[in-house]
């Protein structure tokens, strides 16, 4: 008997765009890829890290990501039957998982706001890498509701989290929200997610030079010696709503010296192969490591681009697949998955994606200059998450 032929792939244009892509809807060969673990694209990149996008929206507003202007109440927000549910994520992430990711991130939006998020970690912390080990299953979110559900989200499964922190001074941190959030109910949050045993906790504070930079030191003094991992992130051109300008960025190696000025730091090893962050060690008085003292990330996405190693896969809210921070099209599997496509179809299907993919938008662009950009109109990063 012949095998069914896989399903066509169809590349969506995403409808945040407003440019047709003329990307190439050339797959590769039609035959069947088999997951098994030792996929590689065209850069010889392995597939280890998967996105997913859990809402679209968010009760934050923040400028660099959400700009209220925008984001406001006629803004066309994904209606909830377009948006995968918790069993079509699960199906999805597991052929994932089969092509050999080993770690999850639920993001958005703010992943939080997603109704009854738990039973989505439970189904997901019950998978298993190729390898038979659990999955690194974590969770990126502002914060604001981290208090209440800290203790579910861990019974449910989740290891631990990245909370985004912007600033601990009250009126900064409330005017980058731009919702007036008060900083407090975020360090509660912080708290109840260490006291749930969430560990070890990340805090991702995205610097903008002249609205926050004020805040690295206090934030580094405020984390140092408490276990949680402050990383500082170059403020990024994502999407294309958010008014970017170079002048905006306080680039890594300059954050870093201004840290070394009051904190001395030692630089570490990056923990594995595929880490976005560069890694400092806070330094004893003998320059060395002090462990106790911990360390903190820088993340350079603008001034260094870490494309050579990307292993991240991102899949939307409503089931698309992108393969870059930048993509301006996304493949889409929720059509596969809401079709009678079979597990084994799916995973073809994300192989023979993988295997074309040829991203590294940040690379280039820094060939070039990172100030300027190749104009085009990209997703939003509250649609396919950080
Ligand atoms: N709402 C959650 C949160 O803020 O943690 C999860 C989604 S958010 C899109 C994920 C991460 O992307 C956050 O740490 C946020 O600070 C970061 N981010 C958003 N826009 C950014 C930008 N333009 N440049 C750098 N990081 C950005
Ligand atoms: Fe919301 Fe996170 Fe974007 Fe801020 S960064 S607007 S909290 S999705
Ligand atoms: Fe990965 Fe794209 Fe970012 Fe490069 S620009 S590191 S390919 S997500």
Known sequence: MSEKAPPKIVTLLDQRTVRPSSASLVLGPRQRVVANGLLQDTLHRPLRDLRISVTD??????????????????????????????????????????????????????????KNIEILIEQLSA????????????????????????????????QRITVSLDGLDDDVFRSMNDVDFPVAEVLEGIEAAREAGLGPIKVNMVVKRGTNDHEIIPMARHFKGTGVVLRFIEYMDVGATNGWRMNDVLPSAELVA???????????????PGETAQRWGYA?????????????????SVTQAFCGNCNRARLSTEGQLYLCLFASQGYDLLSLIRGDASDADIASAIGRIWLGRTDRYSALRSAQDPSSDSGKRRVEMSYIGG
């Open 127 to 158: 998978l298993r890498t190729v390898e038979g080990a659990p999955l690194d299953l974590t969770l990126t979110t502002n914060g604001s509701l981290l208090k209440r559900k800290a203790q579910a989200l861990k019974a449910a499964g989740l």
């Open 284 to 300: 004893d008085s003998h320059g060395k490591h002090d462990v106790h003292a911990g360390e903190v990330g820088v993340i350079s």
């Open 258 to 272: 201004r840290l070394q000025a009051e904190l001395p730091l030692v630089a570490l090893e990056a923990a594995s």
């Open 57 to 114: 929206r968010c009760n934050f507003r923040c400028s660099y990501c959400m700009p209220k202007e925008v984001f406001n109440k006629d803004y066309p927000y994904l209606p909830h039957a377009s948006l995968l549910n918790f069993e079509e994520i699960t199906r999805i992430a597991k052929q994932f998982v089969a092509h050999g990711v080993q770690k999850i991130r639920l993001t958005g939006g703010e992943p939080l706001l997603r």
